[in-house]
């Protein structure tokens, strides 16, 4: 059975630094991202990182956002660093078995999910 079980979310000031952490279960995946939605908004795309290393990012937390991997314990991170309120959102993570050469930014192109985990960012 495929589980992708992220931890790391929480309730922080602006400025403050967060880092979540998705472990994965069952398979092993090509592509490991982070999409994230917002209350009334569309789950978009905000990093995803390759098994060679490849990463895609957002533009809007390009600076503040890394995403990194541990392949050996098939487990991706997401460091967050000097968070503002409208990084508040459900932060999801997604993966893809299929091999590829720059990881994907839609939502069509990850067959798994995890339950996501709150970020709420105060002002």
């Known amino acids: 059975q495929v589980q992708l079980v992220e931890s790391g979310g929480g309730l922080v000031q602006a ?3 967060l880092r979540l952490s998705c472990a994965a279960s069952g398979r ?3 592509v490991m991202g982070w999409f994230r939605q917002a209350p009334g908004k569309e789950r978009e795309f905000v990093t995803a ?3 060679s290393g490849g990463v895609s990012v957002k533009d809007s937390v390009k ?3 890394t995403i990194s991997r541990d392949n050996a314990k098939n487990t991706v991170y997401l460091q967050m660093n000097n968070l503002k ?3 508040t959102a459900v932060y ?3 993966a893809d078995p299929s091999y590829t050469v720059v990881p994907g930014t839609g939502r069509y192109e990850y067959d798994y999910w995890g339950q996501g985990t709150q970020v709420t960012v105060s002002s």
Do not use: H, N, Q, V
Request: overall charge negative; some cysteine; aromatic content about 28%.
């Open 49 to 51: 990182i390759s098994w």
């Open 63 to 65: 600076g503040r956002f």
């Open 28 to 30: 092993t995946f090509y």
């Open 15 to 17: 400025g403050a630094s």
């Open 85 to 87: 309120p409208e990084d």
């Open 92 to 94: 999801y993570c997604a």
